[in-house]
């Protein structure tokens, strides 16, 4: 075992009366040391809860026989760091996080890690150490959180919150209705309910193949979440026992799984950005040309919020994520890798044949966790939910359509993916859209360019008239090295959204959007402002032509035109010169490449 380097042999002594002092006993010296990787921060309610998580998982893992050690990361939550200073390190702390995960692990050289995230960067951060070490792990997330509703009954998150700031400002919503969404808005702990991106990472850590089924849908208020954990923590011994490592899970093959679910879920165009880091520490060659390959290939089938009145526990009520892999493996035969090795230590489609509970194969287990979401309760006896078929198909509680939530591939809401990967004479090395959440009358558009140079000067400029119907609005020097930290721009879609402009209005940007924008919103423009990029030498008034469906967007200018304004351009100074970021600043690269720092 790994951690004999510091348990076994005279010369350990002194190692072995360190770890004494921490309570290893006598018969844990041929146990395996595993690490329990939380992330517990009590300002973030995604991870509020994870102490208790964190604690319980270790009872756990010791009840299972191997010797528990607890350590926490720090987390960012992008929500409250958003519109102000804060969440230009929300980005950077991903790459804490990694180096975090990777000095603990190596260190102590434990034999594995459970690795607890559940909001935005945590998720790919703990990922990305853990492939740079390699060491036998397991993800178990926190998982997501309730949809809220207002006193009227109606579904809400935390996007409508940010929503209504916009329709106060435009006078179409009250400050009391926008209260009562403030109150009602983020109703239990666990990460935001919509489709956003940490539930988009959560569940593609199920098709990546290094979560339990259910990891990115079970509610964290849910029973069936602490059975996960304590499932999670026999499971990881067994992959110790078969030296099961990130890197013989993570395949070329995982990846296109893990972003074909990406592609069928409508996720958060922050899954790209992630996707392509997490790949990096694998050591598997992954771009966006592979990503926009899968998109084209790839029906979208499923659409939770912001890109529909669906959540995140609607899904899991459907059937959950191996339930969407299920239908696409119906309606597209061959697409998914299905030979790809788990952490439940089959392959993919052998989860596919348990979990799916429109296949023919479903086990009791998956339709039991898709019953209690779907209204059943547990009895002393089992469930309250017939079972006389094998499949909850046609359950309807509540006017509830699974049918509707999870399509099939032959009723999809498009042929192609939720993602498109957009290039042009102004996003040579690609930009991204979520497709999903575009309405069809946006798919394409051409508009004069209104340009700002920071998010903040975007928002006031939105707030107060500057942008109007039929506008492009450009969002530049917000990217990794231009932000710095490439800050996610919920604050001015939202704002566009609630001045009734979402359908009238494109934004276009270097930086990054929340998984929680919708709309005809293209971001991770590659190269971006502060790299030199051609979005840094637009004008007011510039038209863009966007299209969507051809891949495209263009500025009309001509390349004699960029390169004459290029000898007069100089980019923006450093936004930030001190600290952390200063250090990022010098180190990041463009979206296209994951944001991740160049090796000096």
């Known amino acids: 075992m790994r951690s004999d380097l510091i348990k076994k042999g005279v010369e350990r002594a002194p190692h072995r009366s360190l770890l004494r002092a921490t309570g290893v006993q006598e018969s844990d010296w041929?146990?395996?040391?595993?690490?329990?990787?939380?992330?517990?921060?009590?300002?973030?309610?995604?991870?509020?809860?994870?102490?208790?998580?964190?604690?319980?998982?270790?009872?756990?893992?010791?009840?299972?026989?191997?010797?528990?050690?607890?350590?926490?990361?720090?987390?960012?939550?992008?929500?409250?760091?958003?519109?102000h200073l804060g969440m230009k390190y929300s980005l950077p702390s991903r790459e804490i996080i990694a180096d975090s995960v990777e000095t603990m692990l190596e260190a102590h050289r434990f034999d594995g890690v459970i690795c607890i995230p559940n909001c935005d960067k945590i998720v790919p951060g703990m990922f990305m150490g853990a492939m740079r070490c390699n060491v036998p792990a397991i993800f178990v997330s926190g998982g997501p959180m309730e949809a809220g509703r207002t006193s009227d009954g109606k579904a809400v998150d935390l996007i409508d919150a940010f929503k209504g700031v916009?329709?106060?400002?435009?006078?179409?919503?009250?400050?009391?209705?926008?209260?009562?969404?403030?109150?009602?808005?983020?109703?239990?702990?666990g990460s935001c309910s919509?489709?956003?991106?940490?539930?988009?990472?959560n569940c593609l850590a199920e098709a990546l193949g290094m979560a339990l089924p259910g990891n990115g849908t079970i509610?964290?208020?849910?029973?069936?979440?602490?059975?996960?954990?304590?499932?999670?923590?026999?499971?990881?011994?067994?992959?110790?026992?078969?030296?099961?490592?990130?890197?013989?899970?993570?395949?070329?093959e995982a990846?296109?799984?893990?972003?074909?679910?990406?592609?069928?879920?409508?996720?958060?165009?922050?899954?790209?950005?992630?996707v392509l880091a997490i790949a990096r520490e694998a050591g598997i060659p992954y771009d966006v040309g592979?990503?926009?390959?899968?998109?084209?290939?790839?029906?979208?089938?499923?659409?939770?919020?912001?890109?529909?009145?669906?959540?995140?526990?609607?899904?899991?009520?459907?059937?959950?994520?191996?339930?969407?892999?299920?239908?696409?493996?119906?309606?597209?035969?061959?697409?998914?890798?299905?030979?790809?090795?788990?952490?439940?230590?089959?392959?993919?489609?052998?989860?596919?044949?348990?979990?799916?509970?429109?296949?023919?194969?479903?086990?009791?287990?998956?339709?039991?966790?898709?019953?209690?979401?779907?209204?059943?309760?547990?009895?002393?006896?089992?469930?309250?939910?017939?079972?006389?078929?094998?499949?909850?198909?046609?359950?309807?509680?509540?006017?509830?359509?699974?049918?509707?939530?999870?399509?099939?591939?032959?009723?999809?809401?498009?042929?192609?993916g939720g993602l498109t990967i957009l290039y042009g004479n102004i996003a040579r090395n690609g930009?991204?859209?979520?497709?999903?959440?575009?309405?069809?009358?946006?798919?394409?558009?051409?508009?004069?360019?209104?340009?700002?140079?920071?998010?903040?000067?975007?928002?006031?400029?939105?707030?107060?008239?500057?942008?109007?119907?039929?506008?492009?609005?450009?969002?530049?020097?917000?990217g990794p090295k231009g932000g710095p930290g490439m800050q996610e721009m919920l604050a001015p879609t939202s704002y566009i959204m609630g001045r009734g402009l979402g359908d009238k209005c494109a934004l276009i940007t270097d930086g990054r959007f929340s998984g929680g924008t919708s709309g005809a919103c293209i971001g991770h423009v590659s190269p971006e402002a502060a790299a030199g990029g051609e979005i840094g030498l637009l004008r007011d008034g510039d038209i863009i032509d966007i299209d969507i469906p051809a891949q495209t967007m263009n500025a009309r200018v001509t390349g004699a035109?960029?390169?004459?304004?290029?000898?007069?351009?100089?980019?923006?100074?450093?936004?930030?010169?001190?600290?952390?970021?200063?250090?990022?600043?010098?180190?990041?690269?463009?979206?296209?490449?994951?944001g991740v720092l160049r090796v000096p």
Request: some cysteine; proline content about 4%.
């Open 166 to 189: 916009g329709a106060v400002a435009a006078g179409t919503m009250t400050e009391r209705e926008l209260l009562d969404i403030e109150m009602n808005a983020c109703p239990t702990c």
């Open 30 to 83: 041929d146990k395996p040391f595993i690490a329990i990787c939380n992330s517990h921060v009590d300002i973030i309610p995604g991870h509020v809860h994870l102490n208790e998580v964190g604690l319980f998982i270790k009872e756990c893992v010791r009840e299972a026989g191997g010797v528990p050690f607890l350590f926490h990361t720090i987390g960012v939550d992008d929500g409250i760091a958003m519109g």
């Open 219 to 252: 509610l964290a208020t849910s029973e069936d979440r602490r059975r996960l954990f304590r499932r999670a923590a026999r499971q990881i011994l067994e992959i110790v026992e078969r030296n099961i490592r990130p890197r013989d899970i993570a395949t070329r």
């Open 561 to 594: 035109e960029f390169a004459e304004r290029r000898k007069t351009w100089t980019p923006l100074p450093p936004k930030i010169t001190h600290g952390w970021l200063r250090r990022y600043t010098a180190m990041a690269t463009s979206a296209d490449e994951g």
């Open 290 to 416: 592979r990503i926009n390959e899968l998109s084209q290939i790839t029906p979208n089938i499923c659409k939770l919020a912001p890109s529909s009145k669906y959540h995140i526990e609607d899904c899991h009520r459907a059937g959950g994520i191996h339930t969407i892999l299920g239908e696409i493996r119906r309606g597209k035969p061959g697409l998914l890798s299905e030979h790809c090795l788990t952490v439940t230590g089959k392959t993919l489609g052998e989860n596919i044949d348990e979990y799916d509970i429109r296949g023919e194969r479903v086990s009791e287990e998956a339709l039991e966790l898709a019953a209690v979401g779907a209204g059943g309760q547990r009895t002393s006896v089992g469930m309250t939910v017939k079972r006389e078929a094998k499949s909850i198909r046609d359950l309807k509680l509540g006017g509830f359509d699974p049918l509707d939530v999870i399509r099939s591939v032959g009723n999809a809401y498009s042929e192609t």
């Open 255 to 274: 990846f296109d799984n893990a972003m074909i679910l990406d592609m069928a879920m409508g996720g958060s165009t922050n899954t790209l950005l992630h």
């Open 431 to 478: 930009s991204v859209v979520k497709t999903a959440g575009v309405v069809a009358s946006m798919l394409r558009f051409s508009g004069p360019a209104v340009i700002f140079e920071s998010q903040e000067d975007a928002c006031e400029g939105i707030l107060g008239g500057r942008v109007r119907a039929g506008d492009v609005v450009i969002i530049r020097y917000e």
């Open 194 to 201: 919509g489709m956003f991106t940490a539930n988009s990472m």
